[in-house]
Antibody, heavy 121, light 106 residues
Framework: QVHLVESGGGVVQPGTSLTLSCAASGFTFSNYGMHWVRQAPGKGLEWVAVTWSDESNKYYADSVKGRFTISRDNSKYTLYLQMNSLRVEDTAVYYC??????????????WGLGTLVTVSS | DIQMTQSPSSLSASVGDRVTITCRASQSISRWLAWFQQKPGKAPKSLIYAASTLESGVPARFSGSASGTDFTLTISSLQPEDSATYYCQRYDTYPLTFGGGTKVEI
């Protein structure tokens, strides 16, 4: 059974950094692309970033490009999101989601429960 | 970027009603469209991919269709547990985008 568990959220000040983790289990992690998707309080879903299964390709939303970095450790079955220069508008629940394929599909077949990041002074 | 316009933003219907939600892409995305259901405080759940293919375990009262750049999610007979917000999402190219969501109230 596929499980995705995010961690690392919290309250931080604008301009600071935070790293989120997503622990995966129940499938062969190295075979699948992985995504981060976020949802601001009371708002809709926004795709953030994707990494191919082998990290050969990575793509980002324009809103986070240059500030966020997605990475993974296949030996640890863990996905990461390094978030720098955080802004108030980055406040959201951050979900990790599994890609249906190696990252090329862009379809999310499993989602984690999310971790809340609050950026506030 | 390709935009997804979802309508209506909310609707209220009765148990047993047929409900239709529409998403329109700003340009062709072939059939690279998915639908998700999200209940309050919960993670989204995948319902449909490739415009009309049901995910395993999704009740048959849910269906999806496509006509050009217009996509439709239909709930044939609304049930109390279908109260949720529904999102469409295109996945033809990166960056990926979602529709604005439709809140369905019973």
């Amino acid at each position: 059974q596929v499980h995705l568990v995010e961690s690392g959220g919290g309250v931080v000040q604008p301009g600071t950094s935070l790293t989120l983790s997503c622990a995966a289990s129940g499938f062969t992690f190295s075979n699948y692309g992985m995504h981060w998707v976020r949802q601001a309080p009371g708002k809709g879903l926004e795709w953030v970033a994707v990494t191919w299964s082998d990290e050969s390709n990575k793509y980002y939303a324009d809103s986070v490009k240059g500030r966020f970095t997605i990475s993974r450790d296949n030996s640890k079955y863990t996905l990461y999101l390094q978030m720098n220069s955080l802004r108030v508008e980055d406040t959201a629940v951050y979900y990790c989601a599994r890609d249906w394929a190696n990252g090329q599909s862009g379809y999310f077949d499993y989602w984690g429960l999310g971790t809340l990041v609050t950026v506030s002074s | 970027d390709i935009q997804m316009t979802q309508s209506p933003s909310s609707l209220s219907a009765s148990v047993g009603d047929r409900v239709t939600i529409t998403c329109r892409a700003s340009q062709s995305i072939s059939r690279w469209l998915a639908w998700f259901q999200q209940k309050p405080g919960k993670a989204p759940k995948s319902l449909i991919y490739a415009a009309s293919t049901l995910e395993s375990g999704v009740p048959a009262r849910f269906s999806g269709s496509a006509s050009g750049t217009d996509f439709t999610l239909t709930i044939s007979s609304l049930q109390p547990e279908d109260s949720a917000t529904y999102y469409c999402q295109r996945y033809d190219t990166y960056p990926l985008t979602f529709g604005g969501g439709t809140k369905v109230e019973i």
